[in-house]
């Protein structure tokens, strides 16, 4: 050990000896002298009594070596040759003179394997419980001159061969794969699986530069004249690199053959302002163009002039009925377990149905297979947790959890204060399985709980819930067909209980059950034809209403209105076919067929007159399981990509869809009590048919995207609802409903910079939506049966997110949105009717709110870059409505002095900031 | 759920929302639209009818009474019975109608001819009994009833009538021209007021077991109210709907009950069963229904309500003065001064002062009430 020390500072030393003098040539020294029968000590002793000349070594390594020799005038070396001839011992002279004896191998200025360790840092530094001086000697390390190799030895050749080993720092463990190169050279060298490198570079001064996956860079100053060796530690670093872009991707809005599709990445999700803090995927999903929505805090948006019941919510194949928090100021998915989310306007794959106007589909994580990870976040009103990993070797898992604390808001109002009593709460919880039964067969387990909780005062309490399960099986037949098969069950109900009067307490409930069975292929058939098929079945069992008495006291009547129970099934075949390499065609057949099943009783009515109490003839009873109707039809869905060039592209697509399930609201807004409604043989199924086209052009090799979409979509069989209708507890809804035809159309024009410092994108969407009491209708036709738009049409609608990117650590994002205000219907006269004063309203939503206009900022910090911290952080501020607009979210009116005075009522009037801590370990 | 819809807009609100004025401009529109409220009763009761117009959104006057119209009552079968103006857009028609028939009103102005649906009289069942109770919001007034097949869908209305009295009670007046006191002849202490119900106040009988409708709160009286200081009575009258009628008044209930905010329901408006003849498409504001509606009295009195603390606000500045006998003619002679009653000191014989207030203070009927006693009126008694 004291050798290998003593070695290496005399190597060291050597090195700064060079440095200080650099030219000094070798001399050549007689030595004369008889040496006789003296051991190598007294030689060495002798010798430099006599010279200049200073030996160096270990006396154990040459014990029993006498000296015999007669000198005369002999260079030392002479004489070292002479007396190591039978021994193996090596010497080596240096500049100052200094003779090094060494065994077995020479000592040398050149790196000799592991031996000679010029260069290596790590040697050269003290041990680690020293950190200041550590911290000091290492970025010393970085800013010092190295000189590497020994000019005179490759004299002539202008290039050296430079070699070492990359390790960690942290763990001494050698880096593999990290990237050795010098600034304005071409040369790159790799390390190998021990961390070696080589690379031959011009000799003279280099700045050599080190970079590897989850490690800083490194930089060496390097004076490099001859082959040398240079070892590097270098420090660990969790974020260096930004997310990777598959370029790949880069072009794929020109090659999709599929329009409308929209897909928001968790990253871009977290880049965009949200309210109170909360990574909002349905919030994201307004940022889109051809989305919108009623007002900000409702618990549904609107696409392409659909209804807010015409969207399919999937997440993980479970359907998703009220995907809310808190009656819509939250969005019920956790952002820690969303990996991506996908949004088809138009063009809906034909595995998906059931829906008119869209599909959201939200895919959850399944857990890394490296290791065991974990994060969450605490916000002002939430907090979540979310935990992933390997369970054994062929299984992952995710799950999450989020929580509310809002109550303790409600704390703070004033104890006059009716609201004190209020108590809301919430949580969700999603557990996601996966397991690779081999190498073909995968299986996978989605569970989803969301549930709502809230009372306003002591009286009344809400409450709803989400419960999903399903089991998918996935297996790879060959390298062309893969199949997946899918079991799950959906739960959504809610309830009210009022408590305020023992007389009159009540407890009502809905719920609604759907089991769902889903077996998909996909099958390349060959290069250009891409078959997909299967089928779909799902069982419904809705529960449309019941009430029940509470307490001993309650003379409430129980009522419950009988179950209603169908069955849709959709088979389907789709094909995308690439024609050549501009043309690709997508089409698809869906053939639908929807048996409402018994038990049950239908309301029967004469085919030629209006649904009445008074028209009522009868009622008829089906048997469990009997088939009390049947629709059935095709739904199509055909599109078409012709590449211009390169960058440019035109779509055009034709689809048809069938709903059998219509929400029951009168409201503007899905309110959490909304209940739904199975087609029957009185309520028709809703049809619906789009045609869109779209031109697509990117610029700067893809980096800017743009686009122009139009559509135009009518449908059939929508509900409306005959003033005063019931919805709640109406076990002869079908008279109340009244037969609505729609219509929408819209262009959308996009622009969007994928990449740089700056990005984000601007959308403007001029769309109408308008609907029309149908013809065939015999009972109230509402604005006598002319068009009148719809609850949710808003003209003009420009969205701007643009991302500004400091640093990689530090980023900001602004989020503005203008819209035409929603129709509504107004209060035009008034007069005393019952004691009161009452109005009368204009037609319907023949008036509008006042223009929507917003915009949010928020900031995105990562934590620092220490790497010894339990965990890593990030924090995310900003402000949600920055102007501080008052955007109407609706206006009424109400008797202030006598005189009727309309107010409009906002929901986010001010400027509401927001801060959240999220953690990763 | 109406509840849940106004707790839904408070909270709206707490989440740092906010409310501003809103004054749309609204088209152009025929702001005179017809409304006819009213009941025709077969029974004992008065068939009284309201005609007016309505008036535009922002007026002070929320309708215009219409006089001048020619207003019958039509049997399906036979007879025809006029009713008579009234003035101030109230038309009536005194005694009973035949109650085996149909009827519909009809409506006749500037050649213009209106009439309603016939509709055939319901019955109306008796109220069973009107309650009270004392809550911590005051005292609340329940109506229960029981339904049966034809009676179905109940709206209750209510006169309320309460005693009230000044501070001090006035027992001479200064007689301007003797320049003395004289006896005042009539006490102003005590009079009656009368309110009539604001709210519509409906229920269906079909939701509840045997269509026993139990302890429905029709009102409650604030907390203090000088309605329950002395004597207070309440006249409940209940009438049976259609189911047409109960749905009508049910939109004109949520018409102003809950407007506008996002979760309450879209508003929609039922014009009623009344339509212009010559022009049916013009909408016509009202239901007439036909039948005969009951009514129950009862009495609380201040006993039932103790403690109940009446307060008027307007009594609370009534103080008294001393006025000495040299002050009398500027103290009483034209001004608002009110002699109580003389003032004598200690156990002196001789009076040398009067005692005075304000009219005000003395004069009940300064507040709106009437020193006459209704007619239906009973006293308290053990």
Known sequence: MKQALLLRLIGLNCLLSLLIHPSQAQETREISGVFSGVSFERFAQMVEQKSSYRFFFNPDEIPDLTININAYQNTLPQLLNQLFKETDLQYTIDHHDRVFITKGEKLSYQPSENLYRVASEADTLPSADEPSQLKEERSFAKNRLWQIGNAARSEGETEARLTGTITSFESGEPIIGAVVYALEQAARAITDEEGHYSILLPKGRLTLVIQSFGAYQEQRQVNLLGDGRLDIAMDDNIISLTEVTVTSEKSANIERPEMGLENISMQSMRKIPAVLGEVDVLRAVLTLPGVQTVGEASAGFNVRGGAADQNLILYNNATIYNPTHLFGLFSAFNPDMMEQVDLYKAGVPVRYGGRLSSVLDVQGKYGNKEKLEGGGGIGLMTSRLYLEGPLGEKTTFAAGGRSTYSNWLFGFLDEESEFRDSRASFHDLNLNVQHEIDENNLLKFSGYLSQDAFRFDRDTAFAYSNQNANLSWRRYFNDNLEGEMTLGHDRYRFSIAGEFDPLNAFDFGFSMNQSHWRTHFDLDLDDSHQLSFGMNHILYNLSPGSIFPQGEASLVLPEVIPRERALESAFYIGDEYEVNSNLLLSGGLRYVVYNYLGPNSVNLYPPTSIRSESTLIGQEQYEPGEIINTYHGAEVRVSARYTLDNFTSIKAGFNTNRQHIHMLTNTAAIAPTDTWKLSDPNVRPQLGSQLSLGYFKNFENNIIETSVEVYYRTMRNLVDFRSGATLILNDAVEQDILNTDGQAYGVELMAKKTAGKLNGWISYTYSRSLLRTSAQELGERINDGRWYPSNFDQPHDIMLVGNWEFTKRINTSVNANYSTGRPITLPIAKFNYGGAERVFFSERNEHRIPDYFRVDISFNLEGNHKIRKLAHASWSAGIYNVLGRANPYSVYFAPTNGVLQGYQLSIFAQPIPFITYNFKF | ?382
């Open chain 2, 1 to 382: 759920m109406r509840q849940w819809i106004y707790y839904m807009g408070v909270l709206m609100v707490f989440f740092s929302g906010c409310r501003e004025l809103y004054e749309p401009e609204l088209s152009s529109f025929d702001h005179n639209l017809l409304v006819v409220e009213g009941y025709i009763d077969v029974g004992e009761s008065t068939t009284e009818f309201k005609i007016s117009r309505t008036n535009p959104i922002y007026s002070e006057q929320a309708s215009t009474p219409q006089n001048g119209a020619l207003v019958a009552v039509e049997g399906q079968r036979e007879g025809v019975w006029d009713l008579i103006p009234q003035g101030d857009g109230l038309y009536a028609l005194e005694g009973s109608l035949p109650t085996n028939q149909a009827y519909r009103l009809t409506i006749s102005m500037d050649n213009t001819q209106y009439a309603s649906q016939f509709v055939a009289p319901i019955i109306t069942p008796e109220i069973n009994e009107v309650s009270f109770e004392k809550s911590p919001g005051g005292m609340k007034i329940f109506a229960s009833t029981k339904g049966n097949e034809e009676a179905n869908f109940f709206i209750w209305g209510y006169e309320e009538t309460w005693i009230y009295r000044t501070p001090y009670v006035s027992y001479f007046e200064y007689d301007q021209e003797l320049e003395d006191f004289v006896n005042q002849d009539q006490r102003l202490h005590q009079c009656w007021d009368e309110e009539n119900s604001l709210r519509i106040i409906m229920e269906s009988a079909e939701r509840f077991q045997n269509r026993q409708i139990n302890n429905k709160e029709l009102l409650e009286i604030p907390l203090n109210s000088e309605k329950l200081g002395h004597r207070y009575s309440i006249l409940v009258r209940q009438r049976a709907v259609d189911h047409d009628a109960f749905v009508f008044w049910e939109s004109i209930r949520r018409n102003s009950d809950d407007i506008g905010n996002i979760f309450s329901p879209l508003p929609s408006f039922l014009s009623g069963n009344i339509i212009n003849l010559d022009h049916p498409s013009e909408p016509v504001i009202g239901y007439v229904s036909v039948g005969i509606s009951t009514e129950k009295r009862i009495f609380i009195d201040r006993q039932d309500a103790q403690p109940w603390l009446a307060i008027i606000p307007e009594y609370r500045a009534c103080q008294i003065d001393t006025v000495s006998r040299e002050d009398y003619a500027d103290h009483f002679r034209f001004s608002n001064n009110v002699p109580i009653q003389e003032y004598c000191d200690g156990f002196s014989p001789v009076c040398t002062a009067f005692l005075s207030t304000t009219r005000n203070c003395t004069d009940c009927r300064l507040r709106g009430g009437t020193l006459e006693r209704p007619s239906f009126w009973e006293d308290f008694s053990f």
